[in-house]
């Protein structure tokens, strides 16, 4: 008696506990809403190999970045916090239409670090919205582009270089010469063209006038505050100010924060890091290092490059 007294309190036991516990279960919990805050800080080009540049933005890199956070449900937008000064034309241009692409699925907001300027404003100009503190570089709309002259260096070095080409201006930009006035020609119709393909985009991007940014595309850099008043920036802030940016343009009042974090190591910044070691072992200076890592460039293509 007392056996079967016990088996019906523990069935009604377990009969209370499963009341409790499973209503629980069933109740529809509100999913996780997430920010997603990408670093984006370095030269912008399409490997980071450099063995002196430091970090880099490259396209795979932010096509990664991109994916994650298109693939993530939770992620209702991101912030991308950009510290650059820009780089490889073709690389900028590939990063922005990455980001325009995204754009289609979930709202960007940009925040700009200490400088964000020439590539970096590039590729912030079509994001939803632009936040920039006050002291920030941005701006420096402009296209730069050099062919070195090291001819008279090979001569004290005694080193002769005898050129065989098929096409007359094949060799205009490995630098062993002087440039003929048709060659500058060229290069200056070549700056030109990626000159205003930089306005057109800054132009869409900022819903201004082609001749309203080319009278601000000066290659000049503005501080945040005097971008907001030349319409280049929307809002003066910090991250926090971006996040509720994103966080208004997702149509939420709160959400998760979650920061991606970049990649520790890459191949290309071991080889770069064990480059620049054995060469600083070998006695090359850092000027050294720069030299021949520009020499090693048989094109020295135009940049959206700040150069400060």
């Known amino acids: 008696m007392k056996k079967k007294k016990g088996i019906i309190i523990t069935v009604c036991v377990l009969a209370l506990v499963a009341a409790i516990l499973v209503p629980l279960f069933l109740i529809p ?19 980071g190999s450099s063995s002196y540049s430091g970090s880099t933005i490259t396209p795979d890199l932010v096509e990664s970045y991109l994916r994650r956070a298109k693939e993530d449900a939770a992620v209702k937008a ?18 922005l239409w990455q980001i325009e692409r995204f754009k289609e699925a979930k709202p960007v907001v940009v925040c700009m670090g200490g400088t964000a300027a020439s590539g970096g ?22 296209v730069i582009s050099a062919v070195i002259n090291i001819e008279e260096l090979l001569e004290k070095l005694g080193i002769k270089i005898e050129i065989f080409k098929g096409g007359e201006y094949k060799d205009m930009y490995r630098g062993f010469r ?15 063209e990626y000159y205003e393909q930089f306005v057109e985009v800054v132009a869409e991007g900022r819903g201004l006038s082609k001749e309203d940014v080319r009278a601000l595309a000066t290659g000049q850099a503005y501080t945040g505050t005097k971008a907001k008043e030349l319409g280049l920036v929307d809002e003066l802030g910090d991250l926090d100010k971006a996040i509720d940016l994103a966080l208004e343009l997702a149509g939420l009042e709160e959400a998760m924060v979650e920061y991606y974090r970049p990649p520790r190591f890459t191949l290309w910044s071991l080889l770069g890091l064990v480059d620049a070691i054995k060469m600083r072992i070998s006695g090359f200076s850092a000027q050294d290092i720069l030299l021949l890592e520009i020499l090693s460039h048989s094109y020295r293509q135009p940049l959206f490059l700040y150069l400060s």
Request: with cysteine.
């Open 121 to 142: 404003y590039y590729i912030s100009s079509k994001a939803n919205k632009i936040v920039a503190l006050p002291s920030t570089l941005t701006g420096s709309i402009g």
């Open 178 to 192: 002087e440039l003929t006035p048709e060659e500058r020609v060229i290069m200056k119709e070549m700056v030109d």
């Open 78 to 95: 991101v912030v991308l916090r950009i510290e650059s000064s820009g780089g490889e034309i073709a690389s900028c241009q590939e990063i």
């Open 29 to 47: 919990r509100p999913a996780v809403k997430k920010i997603a805050v990408i670093p984006l800080t370095g030269t912008i080009t399409m490997e």
